[in-house]
């Protein structure tokens, strides 16, 4: 029996020896990694639940921001009407002279969502009539900072050109400064459309400033409309500037 080499022998060699320490230091290795992953996903854990003055005070900020959106953008009324009443001086391009018409324009709102009408009564070679629907974005109400979208029909009388009926699109809003002075502004993009003459198409905006009253509202505006009219063989361009001024009744 003396020629199977001995357990100590093995263990006394070099090349065995360094075997072991590999196997030793490798199954130690993915002890450790284990217990770190272990550490590390409870300190996860802790850092998720642990509490601090700088995360309360994220929160609170964060608190107090939703609150005020949504105290600015609560509908306070169910059902407003507007009533109002528009006198515009403006330069007519048709006939190159200063003219005057008058517009009476109704509003009727159901929280966010209203109708509007607006007639014009001129003598210049062009009127416009329309109605459209609004939806309030932004607001609690008509007598508050808000914007709105719009969408509707515009009915174009000229006297040259025939009469049109075409949609339009655009957006209004008031910004308050105080709670009696603000700013206003409106901007509508008008279709083309053809009859058996020409087409048409074009675009109104207008910009002022407002003061209050309680439920009465003066205001003016700078009111700036461009038309184009295509009768296939030339493209004629026409506008009216000038300045309107109202007041309007909220109800």
């Known amino acids: 029996m003396d020629h199977w080499p001995k357990c100590q022998d093995f263990v006394g060699d070099p ?9 030793v ?4 290795s993915f002890a450790i990694e284990g217990v770190y992953t272990v550490i590390v996903q ?3 854990q802790k850092k998720q639940s642990r509490w601090s003055l700088a995360d309360w005070l994220a929160t609170k900020k964060r608190i107090a ?10 509908e306070s009324n169910i059902f407003e009407m507007i009533v109002d009443y528009q006198h515009y001086e403006f330069d007519d391009a048709f ?27 001129s003598t210049s070679q062009l009127k416009t009539n ?10 609690s109400s008509q007598q508050s900072t808000h914007v709105n979208l719009l969408w509707g029909y515009k009915e174009i009388e000229t006297r040259i050109y025939g009469d049109y009926r075409t949609q339009f ?41 407002f003061l209050e009253f309680y439920f ?6 700078k009111t700036i409309e461009k038309y184009s009219f295509d009768s296939g063989t030339s493209v004629t361009r026409k506008e009216r500037n000038g300045d309107t001024f109202g007041i309007s009744l909220y109800l």
């Open 15 to 23: 090349m065995t020896r360094l075997f072991i320490l590999i196997l």
């Open 216 to 221: 009465i509202r003066l205001y003016y505006h």
């Open 130 to 139: 329309h109605y459209n629907l609004s939806l309030r974005l932004l607001g």
């Open 25 to 28: 230091f490798v199954q130690n």
């Open 42 to 44: 409870k300190q996860e």
């Open 65 to 74: 921001l939703m609150d005020q959106w949504l105290a600015l953008n609560t």
């Open 169 to 209: 699109y655009g957006a209004e809003g008031d910004l308050y400064l105080l709670s009696f002075l603000g700013a206003s502004g409106r901007f509508e993009k008008i279709r083309q459309r053809a009859n058996t003459i020409s087409k048409v198409e074009g675009e109104k905006s207008r910009f002022g400033g």
């Open 95 to 121: 006939l190159s002279e200063t003219k005057v018409s008058d517009r009476a324009n109704l509003k009727m709102f159901v929280t966010l969502l209203g109708l509007e009408a607006e007639k014009e009564w």
